[in-house]
């Protein structure tokens, strides 16, 4: 239970610190609650969305579903997005790509790759919202498919960097944590329930297959640069992996016979 409100903590603005003390070693076991949070993030993103859109322009309400959930987990991941972007746009070798994302200042490459992911997830929620004339169209983005995206993100990436090193020392580290390596049947544990919510909320599963192949893909490519992951890998993770889901959703809408 610490652990998960460590969880909640470290990835949301929520300031559970001023009722509960976690201690140091329950914030290295957050990894496996990271999916939990997603129904959080997911869920105010899809109110915000939900409740806003009849009294304004659809774009509107999309722009602010994404304002909310970055004051919710205070742009955590969207920084990490961008050392990630200048680390490895910008570096030749592992010691220049760490040395890049530890910068505080942001680069040409970490700006781009804000705008175009800004630019493609608002895009996303928009063209979610309208129906296409098959199985998974309605007037408004079904709760499932926004947190389908936000868990299925945060569960592979959180499998993924279990299997991965981290590529600095713990002193080195922005948050001064290691996570510690999850048993399988923690995952299982969690992983489960978390997918059978997401099935009764009829999130669309098969989009699952490419998000959890992009990351896959994307952890074979930090193993081969930096040999492992940082904490800005973890949050541009997250991110890509929630576009994927979105990307995959939006190619079933559009061809339902797939």
């Not at 979610?128 to 408004?140: I, Q, V």
């Not at 990436?157 to 991965?164: D, E, G, H, K, W």
């Not at 098969?206 to 930096?226: D, E, N, Q």
Request: glycine share 10%.
């Amino acid at each position: 239970m610490k652990s998960l409100l460590a969880a909640i903590m470290m990835f949301t603005r929520i300031p559970l610190w001023r009722i509960v003390q976690v201690d140091k070693k329950h914030y290295t076991g957050i990894l496996l609650y990271w999916p939990v949070v997603g129904f959080l993030t997911g869920l105010i993103t899809w109110g915000v969305v939900r409740l806003s859109a009849p009294f304004m322009p659809t774009l509107v309400a999309c722009i602010l579903a994404v304002i909310a959930r970055l004051l919710l987990t205070g742009a955590l991941h969207e920084d990490g997005l961008a050392d990630f972007c200048d680390g490895f746009g910008g570096g030749r070798d592992k010691g220049s790509i760490l040395r890049i994302m530890k910068d505080s200042h942001i680069g040409s490459y970490g700006v781009m790759g804000l705008i175009l992911y800004f630019l493609l997830y608002v895009t996303l929620l928009y063209e979610l919202r309208r129906p296409h004339g098959c199985l998974y169209a309605y007037e408004y983005i079904p709760l499932g498919i926004i947190l389908g995206a936000d868990v299925s993100a945060k569960l592979c990436t959180s499998v993924m960097i279990n299997a991965l090193s981290y590529a600095r020392t713990e002193e080195e580290s922005k948050v001064k944590v290691l996570y510690r390596k999850i048993r399988f049947y923690e995952y299982l544990l969690v992983g489960l329930p978390a997918l059978a919510l997401l099935w009764i909320l009829k999130a669309p599963f098969l989009p699952l297959v490419p998000t959890g192949l992009a990351v896959l893909l994307l952890g074979g490519y930090l193993k081969r640069k930096i040999g492992g992951y940082t904490g800005d890998c973890c949050g541009a993770t997250v991110l890509i992996a929630e576009i994927v889901f979105y990307l995959f959703v939006l190619i079933l809408l559009q061809n339902p016979v797939i």
